[in-house]
């Protein structure tokens, strides 16, 4: 055998043994605890979203108005052959409506959609990064947790809350029956 085939073998020889390793070895798991999160922006307020509480993001999607319905009902829009209510995050936290907000996330818990201006990025913080919200009058009630990053500061939103005033919204608009 030539010093180049011997070559050749031993190194063959050698992946094999760390390929066997790789799978021999206990897996590593990252001794940090994350969470991911969504950074957005409503008008000049940063927030972030759980990634957990959603289902897809989408952007430009079409929002047809529909009649009736509370201020925060945008309309309805397609997903994936289905129909969903669409709300306006700014107007349910307590901000002015954008005109045609460019963002949606699609709740996990509900078959409900929310509009909001702009989509910063995505965030994987530590947990300790995480701190839980003081009641302050100038955050929203939707708000119970804060992140704090060296770039991005802002108060995390509480999904199931948000759904809760969206089936508030949408039983106050149903009349009772006699």
């Given at each position: ?45 940063p927030y ?130 006699e």
């Amino acid at each position: 055998m030539s010093v180049a085939g011997s070559n050749v073998a031993e190194r063959a020889a050698e992946l094999r043994r760390d390929f066997d390793r790789g799978f021999a070895e206990p897996i590593r798991l990252d001794p940090v605890a994350t969470e991911d999160l969504l950074a957005i922006r409503i008008g000049a307020q940063p927030y972030a979203i759980r990634l957990a509480e959603i289902t897809g993001l989408f952007a430009g999607r079409k929002i047809t108005r529909v009649p009736g319905g509370h201020a925060a009902l945008s309309g309805i829009a397609g997903f994936r052959g289905t129909l969903l209510p669409v709300y306006d995050l700014a107007l349910l936290l307590g901000h002015a409506g954008a005109q045609a907000p460019r963002w949606l996330v699609i709740a996990a818990a509900a078959p409900v959609a929310l509009a909001f201006d702009t989509f910063e990025g995505q965030l994987r913080v530590p947990r300790t990064d995480i701190l839980p919200q003081t009641a302050r009058e100038d955050m929203s009630a939707h708000a119970r947790d804060v992140v704090r990053t060296k770039d991005f500061v802002g108060p995390i939103m509480h999904l199931p809350s948000i759904l809760n005033a969206t089936k508030a919204l949408r039983t106050a608009a149903v009349p009772a029956e006699e």
